[in-house]
């Protein structure tokens, strides 16, 4: 049956799975759904209560778990949810920490960047001739070598 929004009846939801309402009835006894109640105390189910529902008959008509295991096993679901929920409110703040920090450090650099072009212009050193000095060291440094001496 193609579900609606909006809210259901027992008799409704009872088509739906092809259970008994006495297994609705039960269920909700248990504490396993809990469907909200019009004045007259007729049963409405919301689309989240129908999803409950058909996770709860799964559990206990195809993987054939009893009552106080379905209770545990939506207990223990709904700590993991929580858990889950509070790691990725964990995860957004460390993200956002770890942005301002990188920005900060950019920021910073950009700073230091501009401080050595300055200096360098000020002491009136072009782009090339610094290029050829520094490859020039680095050829001498390249070709050092350290020598050791045995000490026996």
């Given amino acids: 049956m193609k579900r609606r929004k909006g809210f259901y009846s027992i008799s409704v939801v009872s088509k739906m799975f ?3 309402q006495q297994t609705i009835r039960m269920y909700e006894k248990e504490g396993l759904i809990c ?3 019009t004045e007259g105390n007729t049963r409405l189910f919301s689309e989240e209560d ?3 529902l ?3 008959i799964n559990l206990t008509h195809k993987m054939g778990v009893n009552i106080a295991g379905v209770q ?3 207990k223990l679901q709904g700590k993991m949810k929580k858990m889950q929920e509070e790691m990725n409110k964990l995860f957004e703040t460390a ?3 770890l942005d301002a920090e990188k920005n900060l450090i950019k920021s910073e650099m950009d700073k230091d960047g501009k401080i050595l072009l300055d200096m360098k212009k ?3 050193c072009d782009d090339d001739k610094a290029t050829d000095s520094d490859d020039h060291d680095s ?3 390249n070709d050092w070598e350290i020598e050791y001496e045995d000490k026996d």
């Fill in 95 to 97: 993200q956002v920490q």
């Fill in 54 to 56: 058909e996770h709860v």
């Fill in 35 to 37: 469907p909200k109640r």
């Fill in 18 to 20: 092809a259970v008994h």
């Fill in 72 to 74: 545990m096993i939506l």
């Fill in 50 to 52: 129908v999803d409950r």
């Fill in 139 to 141: 050829k001498d440094f």
């Fill in 122 to 124: 000020e002491c009136g």
